[in-house]
């Protein structure tokens, strides 16, 4: 079993930001699975979604059941091998898992940042990312290696830092939201905002945090992040207190606030998990980061003219039933990159579980990336 | 132009509901357009979805702005055309324009009824319906129409009183919710009930409404009335403060709170309308109706054998964009009547618009709407 070990890392110097706004010094957490080669070209950085940190791989020493978000991906002869590689998870700036974010203290104002805390963007954290892999003596990373907004960071690399990156790797990600998944994140920061007890994203010192929006925020993720299909197979029409066959089973208690399905009993159990920990100020940061990403926008929209400067190769992956990040979407990546004769491969994975799929075992998925990962080693064996 | 008048029936007589419970007395509100013949023959009863009313077509006298949710379809010389047809358009009990609801005063109590007005089903709604039927003398439907929750009634209508109706017509409709239906009316309805102004249900005496939830309610309900191609038609990644090709145009504001895209301000906007107007606990029980819909529960699923009562002739119609109510939800229904051998015609629509089609001008749409009300004419002359 891999051992996980966070670790952290300050930052003095200023980090300016996309907005104009600059961040003082900060602290980045983070954590390296496998060991760097002699030569310093194995370095694998994987970067993380929404609700994701550093600890990408493992468990921690004593914690059986901490595993990392990929733990499924990542580790000793898993897809991407950290006997291999050498694998970097980090925390991004205005999360809540590490880094430097909202819950922090301002130095300019002593007070806590809380709705203060700038606003960060895709390649604010991909900036950010350098200066890490800067002070680990990384110069060109094997690969860059993320999935849904961390897709985004890895297209971002290639874009920022096209000769530090050698491969990206892109899963069920996107070159930008579309009007309906900008739709879906204001609803939820709306819900955080209205919560009475958001107080103007001050709730710190107030002794409360607004989990009322929370709630609300993550139910509506989890809609986006299942399709359709996997949602009936998993619940259906089914009642949370009867059991098909049973007696009295399919019998209505008609309330309309009582949980009556099991789907209810699902999402307010997901609702009410992720207001315990997760930080309101966070959800807003990280879901306007998703918003403004779109690298093809100072190319009046022109995506092949936007990547004309990524250089590394690629393997782009989408699911079929994900309709959050459509399998267009990343076609739109692919067609963009042939425009400009890049070396890519591109699976799409007949899955049935939506965006989360990226996240699950599949073996064709696992398979499609044990072997890029594969040739990318021999590469740099 | 067709000048409405609105009207009330009073029920002195209890309605035993779905759940057990029952209503005493109780008043619908109802309008009627165009001319009962002389047996009765050309009436048409026109069911409404979740955020509509009795007033389906025509203005009310003075006020040019006032048209029914439904005037393109229903008027003189429209598809379903009131020189030929008498039309009642009746608001559904629980609702909260006109007939008993929730803001009215409970009998029993002697107090607004609040969280404790009872539990409605479509089923409901339909006994409530022919009981008004009853009252102005209309044995026999000519047809029963509806859109999304209102094709549900219509459907209702061919079971619990199949020798009362000739043609049933259901749009935009399901035999039943999905999973995902329930879950994006579970989060609706808790941003509703855990606003800290909704009281319990009991807001009313207390001055406020929850205007937070019933805003966050309202947004969700329109993502999934549009599809996401007409969102981003309509929409798009648009600035709101900037226009394409302007100066500054594509300039970020780096801010998580104020508006920065189009489809953001649409949604608020739409989010203060509603909430300005609507009741909450008629949204409470209106999605639970929708929840509770599942003729084919009674069959173990099988929804042929639940159809198997019906024996009016059927239009359906479904929009290939709707993602809500989508064509192979249709399809179950024409599917379930073909196998018991009914009357039926089909039309899938290839409309841009999502669910939104049903209410909209399409001319293919109107076309077949009007070919169909044609016919049922001709019998009925």
Redesign the interface.
């Known amino acids: 079993m891999l051992i996980a070990t966070p670790q952290s890392m300050h930052f003095p110097a200023a980090l300016a930001l996309?907005?104009?706004?600059s961040i003082r010094g900060y602290d980045l957490s983070f954590e390296t699975y496998g060991q760097l080669n002699a030569d310093h070209s194995n370095a694998v950085l994987v970067c993380h979604a929404l609700n994701a940190s550093h600890h990408v791989a493992g468990v921690y020493a004593g914690q059986e059941k901490s595993e990392g978000w990929w733990d499924n991906m990542i580790g000793p002869g898993k897809p991407v091998d950290t006997d291999k590689f050498f694998v970097i998870g980090v925390n991004n700036l205005g999360s809540c898992f590490g880094s430097t974010g909202p819950m922090h203290i301002n130095p300019d104002s002593g007070r806590i940042y809380g709705?203060d805390f700038?606003?960060v963007t895709v390649e604010d954290w991909v900036d950010a990312q350098a200066r890490l892999l800067d002070a680990l003596g990384i110069e060109t990373l094997a690969a860059v290696l993320g999935g849904s907004l961390g897709g985004m960071q890895a297209l971002g690399w290639t874009l920022q830092y096209p000769q530090r990156v050698r491969h990206a790797v892109v899963v069920a990600s996107a070159p930008?939201?579309?009007?309906?998944n900008?739709?879906?994140n204001?609803?939820a920061?709306?819900?955080i905002?209205?919560?009475?007890d958001f107080h103007g994203?001050h709730f710190y010192q107030h002794g409360v945090t607004p989990k009322?929006g929370l709630?609300?925020a993550r139910?509506?993720g989890?809609?986006t992040y299942?399709s359709?299909d996997v949602?009936?197979e998993?619940?259906?029409?089914q009642l949370r207190d009867t059991l098909i066959g049973e007696e009295g089973a399919?019998a209505?208690k008609?309330?309309?606030?009582e949980v009556?399905?099991q789907?209810?009993s699902y999402?307010?159990y997901q609702?009410d998990k992720f207001a315990e920990y997760f930080d309101a100020?966070t959800y807003?940061?990280i879901?306007?980061a998703l918003?403004?990403f779109?690298p093809a926008?100072?190319f009046e929209g022109h995506l092949s003219l936007a990547l004309a400067r990524a250089t590394a190769k690629f393997l782009l992956v989408s699911f079929t039933t994900d309709w959050r990040f459509s399998p267009q979407r990343s076609r739109e990546i692919v067609k963009a990159l042939l425009d400009n004769r890049r070396h890519l491969s591109y699976a799409e994975i007949d899955a049935p579980h939506g965006h989360d799929a990226f996240l699950l075992d599949d073996a064709r998925y696992l398979g499609v990336m044990r072997c890029y990962f594969d040739g990318i080693a021999k590469e740099t064996a």
Chains 1, 2 share one sequence.
Do not use: C, W
């Open positions: 996309q907005s104009g706004a709705a700038p606003v930008n939201l579309t009007a309906e900008i739709a879906f204001e609803v920061r709306r819900a905002v209205t919560d009475p994203g009322r709630r609300i139910m509506i989890h809609i299942l359709d949602m009936n998993k619940f259906g029409r399919g209505y008609y309330s309309t606030q009556e399905f789907i209810e999402l307010r609702g100020n807003l940061l879901t306007r918003d403004y779109d926008q100072a």
